[in-house]
């Protein structure tokens, strides 16, 4: 199988000085590595701005020569010009980009992941399987009823022809696919884990500088909205299945 990992990153906010200080190298890329199956083909797709320090340069050699060691794996470097801070944007970019290049499957996440088992995409793989290729399936994170890291059939981009809605710019886009498959397409693998660790984000909440002036009420806004778009697109996912 061909699986796209969708990653945008950046290094805003951190005191990098080169590529190997980034999450992206020390945590998502190589826990990733040491946790893949290996039959599989694997195409990183890494979305960049830009003028990043850190990503624009010749230091994307030291990912892209990883091929010389893992012959299954391929990184592209892929400039994403779009509003810095619109993720959701970001990886329908890169979810486009995979898809076209015929990816059997896809794994959208951040460039801050620490895969923590083994034998996580094959299980990915066999549960979709199991369900027409119909839903989302992925590691759990610290809750069990929810998935922040989301793998996808091609069925996905059938259905919705994006991965996330852009009315959404970045937090509350896993909102949106939770509601969006549960009950009945919601496959979290209690058995895998992965986490976030890289720290405070590296944008603005919404794009909106002043979000955290009254955090509650916008937190709240933002689940509403992403848990309204859900209903109204559910019916898209039963629509394709008739």
């Avoid at 996580?120 to 399987?129: A, F, K, P, S």
């Avoid at 949106?176 to 660790?197: A, D, G, I, R």
């Avoid at 933002?222 to 299945?241: D, G």
Wanted: charged content about 20%; aromatic content about 16%.
């Amino acid at each position: 199988m061909k699986i796209g990992l969708l990653i945008p990153t950046t290094s805003k906010g951190r005191k990098w000085s080169t590529i190997k200080d980034s999450y992206l190298y020390n945590l998502t890329f190589k826990t990733f590595l040491l946790s893949q199956d290996l039959e599989h083909e694997y195409v990183f797709y890494i979305g960049i701005d830009n003028d990043d320090p850190i990503y624009d340069n010749k230091q994307q050699k030291v990912l892209v020569n990883f091929n010389k060691i893992f012959k299954n794996v391929t990184v592209k470097f892929i400039y994403l010009n779009c509003s810095k801070g619109h993720l959701t944007k970001m990886w329908n970019i890169l979810f486009r980009q995979a898809y076209d290049e015929n990816c059997d499957y896809f794994y959208q996440c951040g460039d801050d992941i620490n895969f923590k088992t083994k034998g996580w995409v094959n299980d990915c793989i066999l549960t979709l399987r199991k369900n027409n290729d119909v839903g989302i399936t992925g590691p759990i994170n610290n809750n069990n009823m929810i998935i922040t890291q989301a793998f996808v059939s091609r069925t996905h981009m059938k259905i919705f022809n994006y991965f996330f809605p852009e009315e959404i710019i970045n937090w509350g886009c896993d909102d949106w696919y939770n509601w969006v498959y549960k009950p009945n397409h919601f496959f979290p693998l209690k058995q895998h884990f992965c986490s976030n660790e890289g720290g405070d984000p590296r944008y603005d909440i919404n794009n909106n500088a002043c979000f955290r002036l009254n955090y509650s009420k916008n937190v709240n806004h933002i689940r509403n909205f992403s848990r309204l778009l859900a209903e109204k697109h559910k019916p898209l996912i039963q629509q394709y299945l008739i």
